[in-house]
């Protein structure tokens, strides 16, 4: 089946501000007469571990216990994909993600096999027409949480772990190709120039990006 719409995901760690450029975006999109959608896969339910289990009853005996759980998060987030996303991807002209399968991606390194599982389930999955990479500096990430949240920091994902999610996005995800964005600067121009690259079909403005 063809797919209508274009389909973009933002990415970076936490407080880079993928949520700011979506809403941004979305609203320069309705401007323009060009209809938009955003997705949070995280935040979609879907199918229990038993639904799964009983779908997918076969593929659990391939792979030893202990991967059991590595499975069920993969094939669950396929399940989304398909029934959800893909679905949405027709009604609209863009559909925005705030990440993909970077989360799981990073999950199946612990375990033995997981990029067997990976590769797997998969297989021939819907990759994004574009992927941004939302550069951020950790210090300013780690700002951004706190104001957002208003709470204590001992209470929001901390530096260390951000610095582990940057070190991944840089260097260790090769899924699908980043566009890497300086995510340090003026909102509003970063946002002209996702805009831009998206309406040019993956061409960035003078080089930058």
Do not use: W
Request: charged share 25%; hydrophobic share 35%.
């Amino acid at each position: 089946m063809a797919l209508v719409g274009t389909f973009i995901v933002l990415t970076g760690i936490d407080g880079c501000g993928k949520t700011t450029q979506i809403n941004r975006l979305m609203d320069e999109l309705k401007k323009m007469g060009l209809s938009s959608l955003s997705i949070k896969l995280s935040t979609v339910k879907l199918a229990s571990y038993e639904e799964l289990l009983e779908k997918y009853d076969h593929e659990f005996y391939k792979y030893s216990k202990n991967s059991h759980r590595l499975l069920f998060e993969c094939l669950s987030m396929k399940e989304k994909i398909n029934q959800y996303l893909v679905p949405q991807i027709n009604t609209c002209s863009f559909l925005f993600a705030d990440r993909y399968l970077e989360s799981i991606f990073g999950i199946s390194r612990q375990y033995e096999e997981g990029q067997k599982i990976i590769d797997y389930v998969f297989d021939g999955i819907l990759k994004p027409d574009i992927a941004f990479l939302l550069d951020t500096d950790i210090q300013k990430a780690y700002n951004r949480m706190l104001l957002r949240n208003s709470i204590s920091k001992e209470e929001i994902t901390s530096k260390e772990v951000l610095k582990i999610m940057e070190h991944y996005y840089k260097n260790e995800f090769f899924f699908y190709p980043f566009t890497k964005i300086d995510g340090n600067g003026n909102v509003g121009d970063i946002t002209e120039a996702i805009l831009y690259t998206i309406l040019n079909k993956g061409e960035s403005k003078n080089g930058i990006i």
